[in-house]
């Protein structure tokens, strides 16, 4: 069982937003600013779109934004595109033994 | 632009052994700590490794401690994952990645390679 707790999915309709959430089962995982977010399409690799709990590498559209509170990260994907159809997956550091947790994915249909 | 592209995958029987390269171009190798991810068919992602730009730092997730060995070789620019004593449950899609800031260790992974398969079965 992951360290970190996704839905498996979530849905919006073009244009519209849908926030993501991503707990920690303790603050170890959750009680730190190393929070990141992956997008992957179906076949292919992970991609890096929010790191840090709120930054966005470079090329990142700023319709993808993250935020946190206590043990739970989210992230919000605004003015929903086709394009976002794919997994999403949360990440973590864990401060008690330095290592990275990944939750267990959501699946963003765009319908 | 960075790339990372693996080979070595394949199929191969319980108790095998197989070794993964990821050859990388477009940045300075030997600046990064690597990693290696994985993804059985159909679920998430679980990282298994890590290595030091200085290759000092080592680790492991548990499941696979004892049986892979990373390692990189700065002057061909490629790491590497030695995996022995194969079992089904490693059978996944093998990702190298690096992390996301030149010398430190910060479990974000900014560049991915495309993948290796490594089926595990008789």
């Known amino acids: 069982q992951s360290a970190l707790t996704q839905p498996p999915s979530a849905s919006g309709s073009p244009g519209q937003s849908v926030t993501i959430s991503c707990s920690a089962a303790?603050?170890?995982?959750?009680?730190?600013?190393?929070v990141s977010w992956y997008q992957q399409h179906p076949g292919k690799a992970p991609k890096l779109i929010i790191y840090?709990?709120?930054k966005r590498p470079s090329g990142v559209p700023d319709r993808f934004s993250g935020s946190k509170s206590g043990n739970t990260a989210s992230l919000t994907v605004s003015g929903l595109q086709g394009e976002d159809e794919a997994d999403y997956y949360c990440s973590s550091f864990t401060a008690r033994n330095n290592r990275v947790v990944f939750g267990g994915g959501t699946k963003l249909t765009v319908l | 632009q960075a790339q990372l592209v693996e080979s070595g995958g394949g199929l191969v029987k319980p108790g095998g052994s197989l070794r993964l390269s990821c050859s990388s171009s477009?940045?300075?190798?030997?600046?990064?700590?690597m990693n290696w991810i994985r993804q059985a068919p159909g679920k998430g992602l679980e990282w298994i490794s890590c290595i030091s730009s200085t290759s000092r730092y080592i680790d492991y997730t548990d499941s696979v401690k004892g049986r892979f060995t990373i390692s990189r070789d700065d002057a061909k620019n490629t790491l590497y994952l030695q995996m022995n004593g194969l079992r089904a449950d490693d059978t996944a899609i093998y990702y190298c990645a690096r992390d996301g800031q030149r010398y430190y260790d910060t479990k974000r992974f900014d560049v991915w390679g495309q993948g290796a398969l490594v089926t595990v079965s008789s």
């Open positions: 477009g940045f300075t190798f030997s600046e990064y700590y």
């Open positions: 303790s603050s170890d995982v959750g009680g730190n600013g190393y």
């Open positions: 840090e709990i709120k």
